[in-house]
């Protein structure tokens, strides 16, 4: 029972976390990324995530190493969730969904079709540098899916996860307790009021983040 308390409290404080990001910072796309290797655990999924978030943002800031990458807010954010699926068999399998903020309008302009441009960009332009990226396009096995992000939906899409995942027994589990939420492959605003939300917390990843380059001009 106390177990369960626990759970249910980091549950909730995670939630603060991400929408304390999302309200200062609303994202604008939602996506989700099938893998080819269809992993079996949230380590290799996240893996395959921090592979194509190094070279998707080294590709959108306009630079040659990830220890050139900005510090978010400089730059696009993530929040990356990988969430489990159970197939007829029993088999636990990770996807991975990825919430876009602060892009600059990159993905939207004039010349660029949007949710059309940037599923182009991710499968084509940095997925042929990531080869676990599923590419196929035939309908209910996209590998990449782009949508605009709907706040009604996507806002709470994750989130509800966490919580159905409590109440179904899958077969094994593969992750602790129900957390979906990637924290090393996403970029989560400190909950305090005297950063005003303008500081990112540091994180576990090979995405060195040492650059204060303004968002604008880095991203064209």
């Not at 190094?54 to 696009?76: A, S, T």
């Not at 969730?81 to 919430?99: I, M, S």
């Not at 650059?211 to 064209?220: K, P």
């Amino acid at each position: 029972m106390e177990y369960l308390t626990v759970m249910k409290n980091l549950n909730l404080e995670t939630k603060k976390w991400i929408w304390n990001t999302w309200d200062q910072y609303k994202p604008e796309w939602f996506i989700t990324l099938l893998w080819n290797d269809y992993p079996t655990s949230p380590i290799t999924a996240a893996s395959h995530t921090r592979h194509l978030l190094n070279i998707f943002l080294k590709d959108v800031c306009g630079c040659k190493r990830c220890g050139e990458i900005p510090e978010f807010p400089y730059r696009m954010g993530v929040t990356s969730f990988q969430e489990r699926t159970e197939d007829h068999d029993g088999k636990v399998v990770f996807h991975t969904h990825l919430h876009l903020f602060n892009t600059n309008s990159y993905f939207d302009r004039p010349n660029r079709q949007g949710d059309e441009y940037l599923k182009w960009f991710l499968t084509h332009k940095v997925g042929r540098k990531v080869y676990r990226l599923l590419k196929t396009s035939s309908i209910g096995n996209e590998g990449v899916v782009v949508r605009k992000w709907n706040e009604d939906h996507h806002r709470y899409y994750n989130l509800k996860e966490m919580e159905r995942q409590k109440k179904k027994a899958l077969t094994r589990y593969t992750q602790d307790g129900d957390l979906l939420l990637d924290i090393e492959n996403s970029d989560l605003l400190p909950m305090t009021a005297q950063t005003h939300g303008h500081q990112a917390l540091p994180k576990r990843t090979n995405r060195s983040l040492r650059s204060t380059v303004g968002i604008q001009s880095t991203m064209g």
